[in-house]
């Protein structure tokens, strides 16, 4: 179980410039902020995963100096400090056409 599980979580280095596109509905992804350690959960994640990650990124964080928080957040509800990690990020029908975007 857990080796299927392994496959689901996905670590994301801030430093790589990660896109909105890594993030898959069916996965986990650990993203490293260098200040917080985010646990993204997509919305067909299973809890096995979920959980896996959360524990990886709690072990991931006890040995960063200075100490690390591992923040939780769910596809589609993903607060402003996770969303400026990744470049170029999107609110789902925020936008109705590029043009609108521009605008902002």
């Known amino acids: ?3 299927r599980a392994t496959r689901r979580v996905q670590w994301l280095c801030c430093g790589e410039s990660p896109r909105q596109l890594h993030l898959t509905p069916d996965a986990v992804c650990v993203a490293d902020a260098a200040v917080c350690v985010f646990v993204w959960v ?6 096995e995963d979920e959980t896996l990650a959360m524990s990886l990124a709690h072990l991931y964080t006890q040995s960063a100096e200075p100490a690390m928080q591992v923040s939780h957040v769910l596809d589609g509800a993903e ?3 996770f ?20 605008r902002d």
């Open 42 to 47: 997509g919305r067909a994640a299973t809890e």
């Open 83 to 102: 969303r400026r990690i990744f470049h170029g990020w999107l609110v789902a029908g925020r936008y109705t056409d590029e043009h609108d975007r521009r």
């Open 1 to 3: 179980a857990l080796g």
């Open 79 to 81: 607060p402003d400090e």
